[in-house]
């Protein structure tokens, strides 16, 4: 399985950005997928996930400002982030729902700063 993520950089307050991770060597249309992120100093935690279907959800501290979406042809999904806040600054990774393994792809920075 290989997951790549891209799209981050340095954004200010308030600002936007857009996740994408691309993957190969899944069962992509029938995967649960979600976003992660890792801080500094900080455990990896859920940001959001999404179903094979498309049913979303996602955790309180990016509800309403973030939005995840997938495209199954591409084997694609996309984190879109808006209202970014310096708390958001991590690298954010995509993989399975709920994995927990040592695969982890290759993370995208993003920097929330003025």
């Known amino acids: 399985v290989q997951l790549q993520a891209f799209g981050g950089g340095l954004v200010q307050p308030g600002g936007s950005q857009r996740l994408s991770c691309a993957t190969s060597g899944l069962p992509f249309s029938f995967t649960f997928m979600a976003w992660y992120r890792q801080a500094p100093g900080k455990q990896r935690e859920l940001v959001a996930s999404?179903?094979?279907?498309?049913?979303?959800a996602y955790e309180d501290f990016v509800k309403g400002r973030f939005t995840i979406s997938r495209d199954n042809a591409k084997m694609t999904v996309y984190l879109q982030m808006n209202m970014l806040k310096p708390d958001d600054t991590a690298v954010y990774y995509c993989?399975?729902?709920?994995?927990?393994?040592?695969?982890w792809g290759q993370g995208t920075q993003v920097t929330v700063s003025s």
């Open positions: 993989n399975r729902l709920r994995y927990s393994g040592p695969n």
């Open positions: 999404i179903t094979s279907s498309g049913t979303t």
